[in-house]
């Protein structure tokens, strides 16, 4: 596995809540080359389908399709194409068994809203 620079990332933010959105926005751009975001996981796999991203941040409570499904169907898609793009949950649900219910789903890392900017920096040069 290659290890990618933060500057050449192309990232998937998929939140529904457009003040999480921005903040998590404001954190990245400046250190990203691309950041792309849906509002709910169906956007997130129409968008997936449709282009190449490094790293997924993947909001778990969501209208339409939540975060954990649309993880299962990224995986389901990508068993077919022998590639893994790393998912990174950001999840209010900081509850006992809900890490584990996001790593059974395939998403590959985990954090609880609200974050610190660098927590999130430092789980991202983790996965990518």
Do not use: W
């Amino acid at each position: 596995k290659t290890t990618k620079e933060l500057k050449d990332l192309k990232v998937l933010l998929v939140e529904d809540n457009l003040i999480n959105q921005k903040i998590t926005l404001l954190t990245l751009k400046p250190l990203v080359y691309s950041i792309e975001t849906a509002s709910n996981g169906k956007e997130a796999l129409d968008k997936f389908g449709t282009a190449n991203y490094d790293l997924i941040l993947m909001d778990i409570q969501m209208p339409v399709m939540s975060g954990l499904t649309a993880a299962e169907k990224i995986r389901a898609l990508e068993s077919t194409t022998n590639s893994h793009i790393p998912i990174i949950a950001i999840t209010a649900n900081a509850m006992i068994g809900d890490k584990e219910k996001c790593l059974s789903a395939g998403i590959d890392d985990y954090i609880s809203k609200p974050f610190q900017p660098a927590a999130l920096i430092e789980k991202i040069k983790k996965n990518i």
